[in-house]
């Protein structure tokens, strides 16, 4: 699988946007981008994914750039509850990387009030 | 909603036992997973199932077996618990193969062996 590179935390204040980034120089052309996240103490939980159009659902927005090499997730209005780490992972379109999920070690999104 | 359960939130049993760590999912989902989750090494695939009594291991299944008798229900075993395999269990569920399939993860079983 591609990998893909986060940082490892952000910082944001509660009601305003935050853009979680994530490069992947190394996606290729059948890779889908997703996006999952992990409160503290629960099982991780999907929240959207996209092959190279952006792409909304209730939860967050996705922007992918137009070379596909990096994606944003956008969260338009931080709340408490959104305080999470988020995992951007690729998926392979065709095999589906062997269904398995490679996640790597996220970014560790803090929201203040 | 999709819900997937697993038998307990936290377990303690010593070194040597068998333990059995159950999961359950109700959306009738033909793949399951198991995963753990260790701070540090994220999360990692210790087997995977594809449809009854079919399964598949996964990146780091050493130590641990796993059966799918009934398409609802996925179990991991451990034949003889170490201290090492303290960790949090995580199991997940999805339909569909392929890049566009979702998974959905139960809340996790928090093991200590000592």
């Known amino acids: 699988d591609a990998k893909t590179t986060q940082p490892n935390s952000m910082e944001s204040n509660e009601e305003e946007p935050v853009h979680l980034p994530c490069n992947h120089s190394?996606?290729?052309?059948?890779?889908?981008i997703h996006w999952y996240r992990q409160l503290p103490s629960q099982g991780p939980e999907y929240v959207i994914h996209?092959?190279?159009s952006n792409v909304n659902n209730r939860m967050a927005s996705l922007a992918i750039a137009e070379d596909r090499k990096s994606s944003t997730l956008i969260l338009h209005r931080a709340t408490l509850r959104d305080a999470a780490v988020y995992y951007c992972i690729l998926r392979d379109g065709l095999t589906g990387g062997g269904n398995k999920l490679t996640f790597g070690t996220g970014t560790q999104l803090k929201v203040e009030l | 909603d999709v819900k997937v359960t697993q038998s307990s939130r936290y377990l303690v049993k010593r070194t040597g036992e068998k333990v059995f760590l159950e999961c359950v999912q109700d959306?009738?989902?033909?793949?399951m997973f198991w995963y753990r989750q260790d701070p540090g090494l994220g999360l990692r695939l210790i087997y995977f199932?594809?449809?009854?009594?079919?399964?598949e291991k996964g990146d780091i299944p050493e130590g641990y077996s796993v059966s799918r008798e009934k398409k609802e229900r996925f179990s991991l075993i451990l034949e003889s618990a170490s201290t090492n395999q303290t960790s949090m269990y995580l199991c997940?569920?999805?339909?569909?193969?392929?890049?566009?399939?979702?998974?959905?993860f139960g809340p996790g079983t928090r093991l200590t062996v000592l």
């Open positions: 199932s594809y449809d009854v009594k079919m399964k």
């Open positions: 997940a569920s999805s339909t569909l193969a392929g890049g566009t399939d979702t998974q959905y």
């Open positions: 190394t996606i290729s052309g059948t890779d889908y």
């Open positions: 959306m009738d989902h033909e793949n």
């Open positions: 996209g092959l190279t």
